[in-house]
């Protein structure tokens, strides 16, 4: 981001959102936006065509949660930036590189394949969690295959990691960077493709080569 650049954020207010509060990741995006001397703009996925509209000139970038990339991604104009909070923290915490790879395990999937969720901490499941069951559906719907998912919740990673064609992992805003890379790296010995919430869910909703594309463009 260059200075006075304007970013979009959108951070959906539902049931499994805290009260009083955004989210780890939103808060640190915010922050670096500001730290850049940038234009820090936040909705929800409701009010994105309004912000887009109200600029007088193109926003430079959209950030959006996740689970809003479908809409998000349809609603912004191809000629702005558009990523997942959930892949930036895939930068910022962990090898990226390994993450995106591991994004080939999802289109090799075949009936019976176990699929590991994985998840740093523990917290309060709701009716339509995403680790339990908007993942496991994503997934189903997406490869058409009767596939088997274990939770791992807020502990490390089980005994018989190598059963697993794949592991999905959450953001991991709440551990920091060298655990992360820890289990990122574990499942990279072991052999065992590795994967993230956010990644996985532009793969599924279609966005993922457009979410990526502004952290391959920075790297380069």
């Known amino acids: 981001l260059k200075q006075k650049s304007r970013v979009i954020l959108v951070a959906p207010i539902d049931s499994a959102a805290p009260k009083g509060r955004l989210i780890l990741p939103q ?3 915010i922050r670096d936006i500001l730290d850049h001397d940038a234009i820090c703009i936040v909705v929800k996925e409701t009010e994105l065509t309004d912000a887009l509209a109200m600029l007088k000139e193109p926003a430079d970038m959209v950030i959006t949660d996740s689970q809003a990339i479908e809409q998000v991604n349809r609603e912004t104009p191809d000629n702005i930036e558009l990523t997942t909070f959930s892949i930036l923290f895939a930068r910022y915490k962990g090898e990226l590189d ?4 591991g994004i080939n395990a999802i289109d090799k999937l075949q009936d019976g394949d176990k699929v590991l969720i994985a998840e740093a901490c523990s917290h309060h499941v709701q009716k339509d969690d995403i680790g339990r069951v908007k993942l496991p559906r994503w997934l189903r719907e997406y490869t058409g295959k009767d596939l088997k998912f274990d ?11 190598e059963e697993y064609a794949v592991c999905v992992h959450c953001g991991g805003c709440m551990i920091n960077a060298m655990e992360m890379n820890r289990r990122i790296l574990e499942c990279h010995r072991r052999g065992v493709p590795i994967t993230n919430y956010g990644l996985t869910i532009t793969q599924v909703h279609g966005a993922f080569d457009r979410a990526i594309a502004p952290l391959l463009r920075v790297k380069k």
Request: glycine letters at 6%.
């Open 151 to 161: 939770i791992y919740a807020g502990h490390d990673f089980p005994e018989n990691l």
């Open 98 to 101: 390994i993450l995106i790879s």
């Open 27 to 29: 808060v640190q995006a």
